[in-house]
């Protein structure tokens, strides 16, 4: 069954903690993204990889880590340093840029 | 890539009626996709539309571009409850463009 998967959905951590989040596709994509989107808002790029061992910053990179050590992966890190990190994160792959993108269902971070 | 504007921001209609919404862009493109987020999901592709189309169809809905006027429409017909959601256009400069950046969007809602 191919798709892309977060997980997981719902996460909660302590203010100050690092965080990694999971996105795994099995579709053969070579372009993976992860997006940050707030309530009431549009989405916003985090960070966008083309190939394996490379990635660029999007529009709100600060704050975020990301690697691509593998096709079928793309972990985020939010790290301490991102001020407001509570947020619906979502993750998506493509075959190339800008073909249709495939999404997974969000990972909703809490941060208290 | 470039980001894409929506307009309107949000739009309610009544369930059988039509439903239009708009995307404005600012530098040439290469295609120009739609894609649709219900609440809490991932969004999920609905069409591509390279820029040597002048319209495009699937099922009930109905896509437009411009290149003169850097504009897009998307139509749905005939409109349902299940078409409630979010939509964002994505203006996209080609294969080798890997950015894929969305908009604020617009938000349908539609009343039984």
């Known amino acids: 069954d191919g798709g892309i998967t977060q997980s997981p959905k719902y996460l909660f951590r302590k203010e100050g903690q690092n965080v990694t989040l999971s996105c795994e596709q099995n579709l053969n994509h070579d372009a993976m993204y992860w997006y940050r989107q707030d309530p009431g808002q549009g989405l916003r790029l985090i960070y966008y990889?083309?190939?394996?061992?490379?990635?660029q910053k999007g529009d709100i990179a600060e704050g975020y880590s990301v690697s691509r050590e593998k096709k079928e992966s793309f972990p985020l890190t939010v790290t301490s340093a991102q001020k407001n990190p509570t947020a619906f994160y979502l993750c998506a792959s493509s075959m190339w840029g800008n073909t249709e993108a495939f999404f997974g269902q969000g990972t909703r971070l809490t941060v208290v | 890539s470039q980001q894409g504007e929506e307009d309107p921001q949000a739009l309610s209609i009544q369930e059988g009626e039509n439903a239009t919404m708009n995307c404005s862009y600012k530098?040439?493109?290469?295609?120009l996709q739609w894609y649709r987020q219900n609440s809490g999901r991932g969004l999920v592709h609905l069409i591509l539309?390279?820029?040597?189309?002048r319209e495009k169809h699937s099922g009930r809905l109905r896509v437009t571009l411009d290149t003169s006027k850097k504009s897009s429409s998307l139509l749905i017909t005939a409109s349902r409850a299940a078409d409630t959601a979010s939509y964002f256009c994505?203006?996209?400069?080609?294969?080798?463009?890997?950015?894929?950046?969305f908009g604020a969007g617009t938000t349908v809602t539609v009343r039984a």
């Open positions: 994505a203006p996209g400069g080609g294969i080798n463009d890997y950015k894929l950046s």
């Open positions: 990889s083309q190939i394996v061992n490379d990635f």
């Open positions: 530098t040439s493109i290469n295609n």
């Open positions: 539309i390279r820029s040597n189309e």
